[in-house]
């Protein structure tokens, strides 16, 4: 399964499809979005088979700006547009996660967003939304996870009370929990085993 492109918030700001642009109708290849910390990173991992930018407006391809594209390793294209930065080059092997540029407002663009588009190996486009497994329409798309409710931890009080007792884990002051000197083999086995007796009590 892809991942979304940035870490942080994002927003949907245009879908793929036919779209109205300038009172233009026109197909839009790709998915627009904003993340909300402007770094753009890799939905599947794959290889780099393109990191330029065409400035010769004669080759449709200036309009994508500053851009990138992964051939993943499902067999599809993915290509990352109107980057600001480049922070990969041709030939590289890119992880899922690993960071590919920063957004930007290069080429044919109208504000700093990134044009997410998926191609197959017939260079046809592909919904991107379904790609990334989200709605294909205008919204604010949450993949920050939530911090866990301090009441959701109570079911390891218990293992941390005694990895305490036994000078294990200590707390720093500041509501962090910090490992003690080095501990032996088997009080870090028995932790771990009461940890998770405490997780399947829950
Ligand atoms: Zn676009």
């Known amino acids: 399964m892809a991942q979304l492109p ?36 890799a939905s599947v991992g794959g290889t780099v088979v393109v990191s330029q930018i065409v ?15 992964v051939l993943g390793d499902d067999g599809y294209y993915i290509y990352y547009c109107h980057m600001a930065e480049r922070r990969v080059v041709a030939g590289q092997r890119v992880r899922a996660g690993d ?44 993949t920050d996870e939530p911090e866990p409710e301090e009441s959701n931890t109570a079911w390891s009080d218990e293992a941390v009370a005694w990895a305490t007792e036994n000078g294990i884990i200590y707390g720093d002051g500041n509501g962090n929990l910090m490992l003690d000197e080095p501990c032996t083999r088997r009080q870090m086995a028995t932790f771990l085993h009461r940890f998770a007796q405490s997780i399947g009590k829950a």
């Open 6 to 41: 940035f870490a942080s918030r994002i927003r949907v700001t245009s879908p793929y499809g036919w779209r109205t642009l300038n009172g233009k109708r026109g197909w839009h290849g790709g998915i627009d979005l904003v993340g909300e910390d402007y770094v753009i990173r």
């Open 55 to 69: 400035t010769d407006t004669s080759n449709a391809t200036w309009e994508w700006g500053n851009y990138v594209c």
């Open 99 to 142: 960071i590919l540029g920063i957004m930007g407002n290069t080429g044919f663009s109208q504000g700093d967003h990134l044009h997410f588009e998926v191609r197959n190996g017939q260079n046809q486009t592909l919904d991107p939304a379904a790609y990334l497994g989200i709605e294909n329409k205008v919204g604010e798309l949450r």
